[in-house]
């Protein structure tokens, strides 16, 4: 029989959605196929330690208490010392990228993280599925550094990654592939603090109320307020400022929220559209992961023309932003005007067998198992197509 392909799966995390990270991979380590693939978990601790060996998932603690991990808490004493310890991030003490022990040996077949050296502590891997949430891992970074290792991964690569975390500069590119986003205004952290009143007066004159208060760079709705009136809006700042040092304010839709899924590279395909109805005024964390009354409807009751047209938005997005593999794109209806919005790009949306991007395509005829096999052939596929590109120049050669 042919040999498995080594998957590692990586999860955890140091961002405010560790705690999603753990449930969205124990969904994908289930399902996946055991004839195809040997399953290599490899946790985030949230102070940046990577754990290999043992079992990585029980140590960061799963299932974790509910309401436990305070979003955005970077909680000191959880899962120490006990896994191997392979590479320490920025938010430990210890800086830097640190193996647990390198030993230099010439490489072989499979592949390693740090190139060119072998008993680093990480396992030897074929592919890597990042099932990461949010900032340290959804945007770029961890891609970043498996692009240096040489890795082939599953999901968008560094750019698509970084512009699909960042509310700021996502809207920007769409804005520029003429695709519809909301009004809004770019703020910046220090402004707010030098000068409070300047900004909500801006906020008062350009958008008005009610609007929505965001970090530029996060997930889950955490730190995301909506405003109704002036009392609410330094409390909204300052919550936002918290998490970022970038911020953006949005004109409020009074909106029917749709998502559409995204599967592929070049040549992408969109899922049939589904539909979110918050158990809350709106779609916050609360209403996403606590109090399980918010509904998912799928299919979205939409028109046909209206699904093609959601469709062929969720793929220019997509193709805007330069994603492979996957992207969850959610929309905002207008229901006073019939506008439709693309309100936000998800590389690496929940994917808990109950979650919106998973269900969609199993909607649209792909069930959950074929759909993480598929992910990761795309994978392939892509570090495949990037290793054509030449990676060095002489001026004399190309005459
Ligand atoms: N401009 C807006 N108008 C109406 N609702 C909004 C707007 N922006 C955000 N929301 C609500 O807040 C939720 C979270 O916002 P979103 O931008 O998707 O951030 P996140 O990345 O945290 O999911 C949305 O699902 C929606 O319910
Ligand atoms: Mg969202």
Known sequence: ??????????????????????????????????????????????????????????????????????????????????????????????????????????????????????????????????????????DGTVQGLLELADIPYVGAGVLGSALGMDKIAMKGIFRSYGLPVVEHLELKRKDWELDPEAMMELIEKELGYPCFIKPANLGSSVGISKVHER????????????????????????????ECSVLGNDEPIASVPGEIVPSREFYDYIAKYIDDRSELIIPADLSAELTRRIQELAIAAFLAVDCAGMARVDFLLDRDTGEFYIGELNTIPGFTPISMYPKLW??????????????????????????????????????
Do not use: C
């Open 231 to 258: 009392s609410e809006l330094a409390p909204a700042l300052d919550l936002a400022a918290r998490y970022d040092r970038r911020m953006l304010a949005e004109r409020a839709v009074n909106a029917r929220e749709i």
């Open 1 to 138: 029989m042919a040999e498995k392909l080594r998957v590692g799966v990586i999860f955890g995390g140091q961002s405010g959605e560790h705690e999603v990270s753990l449930v969205s991979a124990q969904g994908i380590m289930k399902a996946m196929d055991k004839e195809k693939y040997e399953i290599i978990p490899i946790g985030i601790t949230k102070e940046g330690r990577w754990l290999t060996s043992g079992d990585p998932m029980k140590l960061l603690q799963y299932p974790p208490a509910k309401g436990a991990g305070e979003l955005g808490s970077r909680s000191s004493e959880q899962s120490k010392g006990t896994g191997t310890e392979v590479l320490s991030g920025a938010k430990d003490q210890e800086r830097g990228l640190v193996p647990a022990n390198t030993r230099t040996e010439p490489s072989r077949s499979r592949r390693d993280l740090v190139p060119g050296t072998r008993e680093t502590g990480f396992p030897q891997v074929d592919v890597v599925f990042p099932v990461l949430h949010g900032p340290y891992g959804e």
């Open 362 to 399: 199993e909607a649209s005829g792909i069930p959950y198992s074929e759909l993480i096999g598929r992910l990761i052939e795309l994978a392939l596929e892509r570090h495949a197509d990037n290793s054509r590109s030449e990676t060095s120049y002489s001026p004399e050669q190309s005459e």
